[in-house]
């Protein structure tokens, strides 16, 4: 308990404002630190996995003060929108700048925050518009005026270009720190996804302060997810039986699931609604043809998505996949047991269904951070969880060179941008290649969460217990429960041995 009587009083303050605001009983782990040294005014760098509520740290504070305005850099018009409108539903008195803000819209709010004392407490904007000498100079008045309390950076990732999200505006924001001084305003970066060289550009550039800057992060692996790979055999460019023999693969596996959940549930198994699942796919073609596929069997029902299904369709099919009701079959048809989702990419920003319990990966992502995002998209409501990835070494080759080629056609983006992607893709290659270490410990190891344990963040409490088993994940990984033999064992059918000789001479 704390007896410091300030310190009583702001906590105080800050659950009235979380409950009568915001509407919520009670803060996630951790947030209440995260808040408290916003509002203390230290730097702030939050790194944290989507279902954290990492943006509540900057609203609250902003809130909770009734007066000064609290800029936020926001890179999406669809995350500046969903969060605006969510604001204003809860009375707070919130603006927005973007290329849909009309003229008379701009103007009310250009003098609403140049009258000395603005009523709007968040002014969320593009990093285009912060570019702008327009804006900048409005900005200096109202800082001049003592009322520019916090500029908060969302997705601030975007600003390195070792991310995988670049966007050259987000490098011009080093601007706010050399500009907004005496007295200094401080800055908030938030993140759910950066590696080591990602988070230093971010500190460098917005040139967050060392002395003065509180870290925090939540772990990059998914204690509740269990990790695994699974190694395609080389069919020598027979894609028919490749395909066959992964379908089945993935069949079997779903069908262990089921045999699972019916010995533990009995005869209520059929009360409950399918379990949801997505299936990442490469393209728009293959989704189509995969959920099909799928369907075809008894025990599944599967819709494709990805961004050339109609808009409508598309809200539909999320909407379908998200009620949790049992599906009443057909008649003489039996209830599917699986909903799965068979995505592009495209799928994914701002969908928010807590209770998927698999995601799979029909060929290996393209990047470490987009497979972190989108294997986290299962489990959200901290229940078992899996992440499956199909690995082998045509597609491994046929990814590199897409990147090659890509990266060819965008040479705006500048060699680094290359570098960035194979570097990134290479991660992937050695999560999915190593047979000697736990996955959860390799995601850990590629997004640098011991070097930011060793720099002072901070992370949940619940999560910093040590595991007092003999695995590092509790068994939670193909690697801690089958071992090395045993992995080692699966990866031979995917190369001869002399290309294996060859390949995993890094990983063993
Ligand atoms: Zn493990």
Redo the contacts with the bound molecule.
């Keep these: 308990m704390d007896r410091n009587p300030a310190v009583t009083r702001q906590t105080a303050n800050m659950r009235w404002v979380l409950k009568h605001t915001f509407k919520k009983n009670d803060f996630r782990p951790l947030q209440r630190e995260v808040i408290s040294s916003v509002i203390e005014g230290h730097d702030v760098f939050l790194q944290a996995c989507t279902s954290f509520g990492k943006s509540l740290c900057y609203q609250l504070p902003a809130v909770l003060k009734d007066w000064g305005l609290t800029v936020v850099v926001c890179p999406l018009l669809s995350l500046m929108t969903d969060q605006v409108n969510t604001l204003k539903a809860l009375g707070v008195a919130v603006a927005t700048i973007n290329s849909n803000t009309t003229h008379d819209e701009r103007q009310r709010v250009f003098e609403d925050m140049l009258c000395g004392h603005p009523s709007t407490r968040l002014l969320y904007v593009t990093p285009e518009l912060c570019q702008t000498d327009n804006f900048r100079r409005r900005l200096l008045i109202v800082h001049k005026q003592g009322q520019l309390i916090r500029v908060a950076i969302d997705e601030a990732h975007c600003i390195s270009e070792w991310g995988h999200d670049f966007r050259p505006a987000y490098k011009e924001l080093g601007w706010f720190r050399r500009n907004l001084v005496d007295p200094t305003v401080p800055i908030t970066a938030l993140t759910a996804t950066a590696t080591p060289r990602v988070r230093s550009d971010m500190i460098n550039i917005l040139g967050l302060d060392l002395e003065n800057l509180r870290l925090f992060n939540t772990p990059s692996d998914r204690p509740n997810i269990h990790y695994e790979v699974r190694y395609l055999a080389d069919f020598a460019g027979d894609s028919d039986s490749a395909e066959d023999s992964q379908l089945q693969n993935l069949l079997r596996w779903l069908k262990g699931i089921r045999t699972r959940r019916e010995a533990r549930l009995g005869s209520r198994v059929t009360l409950l609604p399918p379990m949801s699942g997505i299936v990442y796919v490469g393209t728009r073609a293959m989704a189509e043809h995969l959920a099909s596929r799928l369907s075809s069997d008894e025990m599944v029902m599967a819709v494709a998505y990805h961004a050339g299904v109609e808009a409508t369709k598309r809200a539909h099919i999320q909407s379908t996949w998200k009620s949790s009701r049992p599906v009443q079959p057909a008649d003489g048809e039996r209830t599917p047991v699986f909903s799965i989702i068979v995505a592009t990419n495209a799928f994914g920003m701002g969908i928010d269904n807590p209770d998927v319990r698999f995601v799979v990966h029909w060929t290996p992502p393209r990047s470490f951070e987009s497979f972190v995002q989108e294997s986290g998209r299962a489990g959200r409501d901290g229940r078992a969880a899996a992440s499956l990835v199909y690995y082998g070494i045509q597609e491994r080759n046929f990814i590199e060179t897409m990147i090659y080629r890509d990266t060819e056609s965008h040479r705006a983006n500048g060699p680094e941008n290359r570098e960035a992607k194979l570097e990134s893709f290479g991660k992937v290659i050695r999560y999915c290649e190593s047979i000697r270490r ?3 410990e390799l995601i850990k190891e590629f997004f640098g969460d011991f070097e930011l344990e060793e720099m002072g963040s901070q992370l949940p409490a619940r999560e910093a217990v040590s595991v007092t088993s003999s ?3 509790d068994f ?2 193909d ?2 429960k089958e071992g090395r033999a045993g992995l080692a064992k699966r990866r031979e059918k995917m190369a001869s041995e002399t290309q294996m000789a060859l390949l995993y001479a890094d990983f063993d």
Aim: net charge positive.
């Design positions: 736990c996955r959860h695995s590092p994940c939670a990984c690697f801690c």
